[in-house]
């Protein structure tokens, strides 16, 4: 489903002033003020009117909280910002600096395709820091601390009948504490449905944390061998966890969209500039894939001012005006976001630092449609 603040944003009349750059760093006051001149420059020399720069350029300074390295994304139109949003971690691609009659949406899109909501839970016999994250956001959407009961909760090295007595009194002060954890936990994967859940902390509190939960709940689990409850703990392992379940449920992602569009010999999908622009004037587009090299390919199309909103030639426009010529991802994407679709982009597989760049072609764009059309089905020859 789309934003609904973006298909608000693109019924507003332009030209736009697009800016896709660095978030604030921890530069000298002077070089960040260099920098942002720069942007501010590029800009006017890109067409934008100065109040746009002058806007874009005013906006960089406010520090919007994120920590370094983030990315930063501002809309400006008629010398006022319509947009301007952070996301934690380093830019996607090179920085995009615009001044046309559409704004630029794929570095905010390409974000926004990557977000994905999770459960960090950080537990130990005591209780339980909960978080509830979304990822770039660099801020917990929610928090919830289980404060459980701390009466007995070492067990005590005594002998004989009382050594006994003690370790199963301990052991169920533990198995209580972490019910109550797992009563919070099972209430905000109902309410939230994240796509996992980080699962840290001292072990055995873990070991029952998950034997509370049910089956369902379970397979969520990403469990992390660290104890990052305790004070001062390193985060390192849980930070690492975290960001390969979130590329792991990347690729699941994509995988199941090429084979949905792939199915039944490609009715319920097109592929392709030309099917995929039919597919978006029709409203039949549910999800949008463009591959990320697709962002600086050299093909076109039209924007239009109203549906269909693309077109590949103005004789397809159906009496709406054309707005501009733009770069084709870009015409796709504006045109599923007012169609109420959603738009993912396909990175190439992470590869060691110092790798050279895989030599492909840009692969064609992807659509899985809301309804098959079994006329349109693609040719297995």
């Known amino acids: 489903m789309s934003d609904p603040r973006l298909v608000k944003l693109l019924g507003r009349p332009g030209p736009w002033t697009s800016a896709y750059v660095d978030g604030p760093s921890v530069l000298p006051q002077v070089e960040e003020e260099a920098l942002r001149r720069s942007v501010r420059e590029r800009l006017e020399g890109a067409g934008a009117p100065a109040d746009d720069a ?13 920590p370094s390295p983030s990315a930063r994304v501002v809309l400006v ?13 380093a830019r996607i691609g090179p920085e995009r600096l615009d001044h046309a009659a ?3 949406l794929l570095p905010l899109l390409h974000h926004l395709g990557a977000a994905t909501r999770y459960l960090v839970v950080e537990t130990s016999r005591d209780g339980a820091d909960i978080h509830l994250e979304t990822s770039g956001r660099g801020r917990s959407d929610a928090d919830a601390e289980i404060e459980g009961d701390t009466d007995g909760i070492t067990k005590v090295q005594a002998g004989g009948w009382s050594h006994a007595a003690y370790q199963r009194y301990a052991e169920n002060t533990w198995k209580k504490n972490q019910d109550e954890v797992a009563a919070a936990v099972s209430d905000l994967i109902r309410q939230e449905h994240p796509a996992f859940v980080a699962l840290s902390g001292d072990v055995r509190a873990r070991q029952l944390l998950a034997d509370a939960l049910t089956d369902t709940e379970r397979e969520l689990i990403v469990d992390v061998d660290a104890h990052t409850r305790a004070d001062g703990a390193d985060s390192t392992e849980l930070d690492a966890a975290i960001a390969r379940a979130i590329a792991e449920r990347d690729r699941s992602i994509i995988g199941e969209l090429h084979d949905r569009a792939a199915a039944d010999s490609g009715s319920g999908g097109a592929e392709g500039i ?16 463009l591959d990320g090299r697709m962002l600086d390919d050299e093909r076109t199309l039209l924007a239009l001012d109203a549906a269909p909103w693309v077109a590949a030639a103005e004789s397809e426009s159906l009496g709406a005006g054309v707005l501009a010529t733009v770069p084709a991802a870009e015409a796709l994407a504006r045109a599923a976001v007012l169609t109420d679709a959603q738009v993912l982009i396909e990175d190439d597989e992470p590869t060691a630092d110092d790798a050279p760049r895989e030599d492909r072609p840009v692969r064609d764009p992807v659509a899985v449609l809301r309804w098959a059309d079994d006329t349109g089905a693609r040719d297995e020859s």
């Not at 002058?54 to 994120?66: D, I, K, M």
């Open 102 to 104: 559409v704004p630029r």
């Open 54 to 66: 002058a806007a874009v350029e005013s906006t960089l300074a406010a520090r919007n909280g994120l």
């Open 274 to 289: 030309a099917e995929v622009t039919a597919a978006l004037q029709q409203a039949r587009v549910e999800t949008l894939l």
């Open 77 to 89: 139109s008629a010398g006022r910002v319509e947009l301007d949003q952070g996301f934690v971690g």
